[in-house]
């Protein structure tokens, strides 16, 4: 991986055709019935950090944030409330039964938002020019996991059926394993299409964004970019229940809309 090759990334992102990483949208998600923003002490070795513990409340739900500056929260917890008991108060310490999200294992980063049964979180840092999302279930069990530029939509198709699904829209970073610039960028394309179920039989033109990658980059020239892997842009609908189940990740019209070299 090279030096500040993600910061070169997002900054052509931002400025070219793949649009702005913004995968934060709060009408997407349901309306905490309650919120709790605490100050938190200021840490004099990082003074300009502002830490912050939030309380978001929902039906049935609690998600506890602790975030004290740095890269992702320090701690993230989801909370199964009974339904009709008064909201617990919002503390440092976690509640009863409060699962923590673990970041070496689980997650890192922020809450995003809800849709009860649903929690989702976003990435601490990007990766390849784009935000990974994650989805929970209230007990704390990671269902799903993905890398957006921007979440268009989250549905709950049928809110009374057992067990609830989840339907997310959103434009799509999918990292290849191979580079559409290479001798093989056929071959490549084949395999990107059997795993992602983009339906054009020719492949989308990456030449601009690696130009522009070995523009901004000393040293670097399209020749010595031409190996490194695509990330392939693309509006897609994955939908999923709260066991984790899976039901399908499909693109929206089966045409990328772009593509990039990976970080």
Known sequence: MRLNRLLLLSLMLLAGSAGAITPINPALFQKPLKESHIPLARDPLNPEARPMLSCYYYPGLMIRQEDRGEIGAANLGIRVLSRGSRFPTCTLRP??????VDGRNEWSGYFLGAKYPFVLFYSADGVNGGEGFAVFNPLGKLL??????EIRAVELPSPQTT??????????????????????????????????????ATPPDCTAAYQEMAGWMKGETLESLRSDPSVI???????????????STVPLTGTATSCHPAD
Request: charged content about 30%; hydrophobic content about 35%; some cysteine.
């Open 144 to 149: 799903f996991d993905d890398l957006a530029g």
């Open 233 to 247: 842009v693309y509006e897609a609908v994955t939908t999923l229940d709260e066991s984790g189940t899976v039901s």
């Open 163 to 200: 067990p609830r699904t989840l339907r997310l829209r959103y434009q799509r970073f999918y990292p290849a394993e191979c580079s559409l610039m290479d001798t093989d960028r056929l071959a490549c394309w084949e395999k990107i299409r059997g795993i992602t179920g983009l339906a054009d």
């Open 95 to 100: 509640g009863r039964h409060e699962h923590i």
